[in-house]
């Protein structure tokens, strides 16, 4: 691990392989349960409590110990990032850090904002939503990081998603559940920032923190993840009808390869099905359609 502590970046080794990284885009998130120590957990809630005093490890630019006292106890108490043991074992979590670095490439940058969600439960839950300002596109230029301080089981409302939402408007079912990020105290939470999501339904006593903020990418993209020698661009698993093309584009893009993307459609790549007899056509072009992200004409492709 090496972390650049003036321009709050860090480097370290990629941990997810070429089929990992190509889940996350199908999928839009991952979760890495009880990562974090139950000592640091307590410490960051007693933090957001005003339990232990502030110590931030160096002045931004502008703010006064005032300024920092004072957004602490906001619903964003970014002061937080400031703490050297937050730095060290929650922003740097090695594990995270090695899921970062395989999403986000070399010197991925840490968050400037934190979100506390906060929540007194029992409480209802929220209406599911994309998060304020998402962008639908095959760039992976930042994701979201959900850290759960507490236990958080199903009945403390933790976060719930639809998997492979990220990539297009949403309209969730009446009854739509989505797959909660319930977990033990010092669970995280990686998301496309597109992601639909929503705090689910708690029926549980107490309070509920869920730290939220974004990490960024620093370089561009290119495929210096773990490499396995035999995983196959054509014969990948992309996905289905309607939304295989926007995760195989998410993945040429992460890949460094996102301008020589180019689909034919109907049955050809990246589409495909186990019963057919031999890989699928168009694997390869260099003429044809991008997947259209905007979605403002009638059969979703573009030029
Ligand atoms: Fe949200």
């Not at 703010?63 to 400031?82: A, C, G, N, Q």
Request: hydrophobic content about 30%; some cysteine; proline content about 9%.
């Amino acid at each position: 691990m090496h972390y650049d502590a003036v321009n709050r970046t860090f480097d370290c080794d990629p941990t997810l392989t070429d089929t990992q990284v190509l889940e996350f885009c199908r999928e839009g998130h991952l979760f890495l349960p009880g990562v974090v120590s139950d000592e640091i957990n307590q410490r960051t809630c007693d933090y957001l409590n005003g339990k232990i005093p502030a110590n931030p490890c160096f002045m931004p630019e502008g703010f006064t110990t005032e300024d920092l006292e004072r957004i602490r106890y906001t619903h964003e108490p970014s002061s937080i990032l400031l703490e050297d043991w937050y730095i060290e074992h929650v922003l740097l979590n090695p594990q995270l850090a090695g899921v970062l670095r395989s999403l986000l490439g070399k010197q991925v940058g840490l968050p400037v904002l934190v979100s506390n969600h906060r929540i007194e439960c029992p409480e209802e839950p929220q209406n599911w939503h994309h998060d304020a300002d998402h962008v639908f596109g095959p760039e992976l230029d930042f994701v979201e990081v959900f850290y759960f301080p507490q236990d958080t089981p199903k009945e403390m409302g933790p976060t719930d998603v639809v998997p492979g939402s990220h990539i297009r408007p949403t309209t969730p079912k009446p009854d739509e559940e989505g797959l909660a990020s319930a977990g033990p105290a010092g669970s995280i939470g990686i998301h496309s920032q597109s992601i639909l999501h929503r705090r689910g339904k708690s029926t549980a006593t107490g309070v509920r923190h869920m730290l939220k903020y974004s990490y960024w990418r620093t370089t561009p993209p290119e495929r210096d993840w773990i490499i396995e020698p035999d995983f196959d661009f054509r014969t990948a698993d992309y996905g289905g009808h309607g939304s295989a093309r926007y995760y195989a584009h998410m993945f040429y893009w992460l890949c460094g390869k996102g301008k020589e993307f180019r689909v034919i459609g109907g049955q050809g790549w990246p589409w495909k099905t186990k019963n057919q007899i031999g890989p699928s056509y168009g694997f390869g072009a260099t003429e044809g359609y991008l997947p259209n992200w905007r979605r403002d004409n009638p059969d979703d492709y573009a030029l």
